[in-house]
């Protein structure tokens, strides 16, 4: 009788590793997913031509674009001239022809989200023979257009630090240039680079 229970023992503690050992094979098994992930695509394009106010008689302004504000000039002198040039996919050249100190312009333009994901003007990198200034989201900057070390003139950027989803309307974007008094005389093509940096809106700055 002794001899039967010490064989049953071992049994017991078998069919218990059984029972253990199933339940482990079950609760490991692997289970793999196969799925696709797609990018969205970051675009942006000019939507529509990009001028500068050159009609009629000369805009003028005081510096820092105040005393007085920008108006046309009450004489009638139409003499300064600014032409839009080299226009990229995000970047664009600004001529300044027979421009004097206070002589005042705005160029006007739009930009377009063409892609499938939000967008943000990330900064906007002006370029001259000096080297280039960037902004974010600040709206003034003075720039040497010759590279003699004295600024030519000054930028006022108004719009465009915002998100643009698709489908929404073109960012509607204009910025004043205003002709300093350091500006050379008698010069022709006065000339620097306009840039637009995008990013996809939840990038970090």
Known sequence: MQNKKLMTIPLLLTFILLITGFAYACWSETLYINGTVETGTLCAKFTSPITCIDSGPDWTCGDGFTNPEPMQRPDGKDIGKCTI???????????????????????????????????????????????????????????????????????????????????DPAYEISFGIHVLQDAPEGTTGLTFTVEIELLNWNCDE
Not at 141 to 158: A, F, H, P, R, S
Request: with cysteine; glycine share 8%.
């Open 85 to 167: 040039t080299n226009i990229g996919d995000k970047q664009f050249d600004v001529i300044l022809d027979k421009v004097y100190p206070s002589y005042y312009t705005r160029v006007e333009f739009h930009i377009k989200n063409c892609g499938t994901i939000p967008m943000k003007i990330w900064r906007v990198n002006f370029t001259t023979s000096a080297g280039t200034i960037s902004i974010y989201k600040n709206t003034y900057v003075k720039l040497d257009l010759d590279n003699d070390g004295l600024d030519d003139v000054e930028i006022q950027w108004n719009d465009g630090w915002y998100q643009n989803d698709p489908g």
